[in-house]
Structure formats: C-alpha cells, structure tokens
C-alpha cells in the first residue's frame, strides 16, 4: 500500500502539487508508478485522463508557456522520463493570491517525479540534458483551438532559464507577453 502522505506535497502556488513516483527494484530492474489515480482520492477523484503525449525534445528546447482556455479547464500530470527539464508553472487564475507568480522545478528521470497541475496555470519546461522525454497525462484531448501560449521569454514574467540557446516554436516564439494574455484572456 502506498502512503500518500510520502507522495504529496502541494507547491508554493494552491493547485500544483510535487510528487514521486514509488520505484520497485529487484534483480531483473525496476519498475516505476507513472501515475496511479488511487494515490490520492482527494486529488484525482475527479481526474479522468484522456489523453497521453510524450514530447521528445533536445537540449535547450523550451516548450511553452502553454495553457488551457477558460471554457475547457484541464488538469495535467507532467513527468520526465528521460533525461532532466527544468519546469515552470505560472498562475494565470486573476482571483489567485499567487496570480502571476511562478515557481521552478527541476525534474528528471532520475528523480522519479511528476508534477500535478490544476486548471488555470501555464506550464513549460527546458530540456537541460542532452535530450530529454516528457510524458504529459491530460484531462482532456488536445485542442489546439482551446489551447494558448504565452511568450516564454517576456521579460514582464523574467522566468530564469538555463543559459542555453533556447529552441522554440514559431506558435512559442511569436506568442505573447503576460499583460496581453491577461487581457485577451483573463478580464
């Protein structure tokens, strides 16, 4: 039996909560729990994953700010399975005490642990190994017409990534700064 307690932290910002995923080793290797809906009742007994989708990306490569469209709210549980990210998750949610702030992660495959996101926030991440691979498990389908991005670079939000050439989209590049997301999004 898992103790959830040993699982669970909630973060900095009410919604996003840092987990590990227990590992079993024996001789023939190991075996690690991506994501099991029973951990925590309280969490995921609302949680219907839809969707899986794994990113595969190179060193510098940042994916996002990206996040839902108001209308079609979306839980999502990150994890690297291979190699190290840096993640970042913003508040986007205006009656929040933590709207606009952000916190870093460090994730890797070696750490064995996941991120658990409400609806509401931005998420992207940095690839800082030479390669890396995110799983994301996703409340809903992805729609690309209920999902937005926001500049990872603004310097309105100042997210402190590695010094590395970063490798963006076209959608992620031209995306834009915080105060016109708000706007367009979230008045």
């Known amino acids: ?20 995923q227990p590992t079993y080793t024996d001789m023939r290797g190991e075996t690690t729990e991506l994501l099991n809906l029973r951990w925590e009742p309280a969490l995921f007994s609302s949680l219907t994953v839809n969707q899986i ?28 399975i291979s190699g190290e990210i840096k993640d970042c998750v913003i508040d986007l949610r205006p009656n929040s005490p933590t709207f606009r702030k952000y916190e870093i992660f460090d994730l890797s495959a070696d750490r064995k642990e996941f991120l658990f996101i409400s609806p509401g926030f931005g998420h992207a991440y940095q690839v800082l190994s030479n390669g890396a691979e995110v799983l994301y498990a996703l409340q809903t389908d992805f729609n690309f017409n209920d999902e937005y991005a926001l500049n990872p670079l603004d310097s309105e939000i100042s997210i402190p990534w590695e010094r590395l050439t970063p490798i963006l989209s076209e959608r992620d590049k031209n995306a834009p700064n915080l105060a016109d997301t708000i706007r367009a999004h979230f008045s």
């Open 53 to 80: 989708i794994r990113a595969k990306s190179v060193m510098g490569t940042i994916r996002g700010i990206h996040f839902s469209a108001p209308t079609n709210p979306q839980f999502k549980v990150i994890s690297c």
């Open 1 to 20: 039996m898992i103790n959830p307690e040993a699982l669970f932290s909630e973060t900095s910002l009410k919604g996003v909560w840092k987990g590990l």
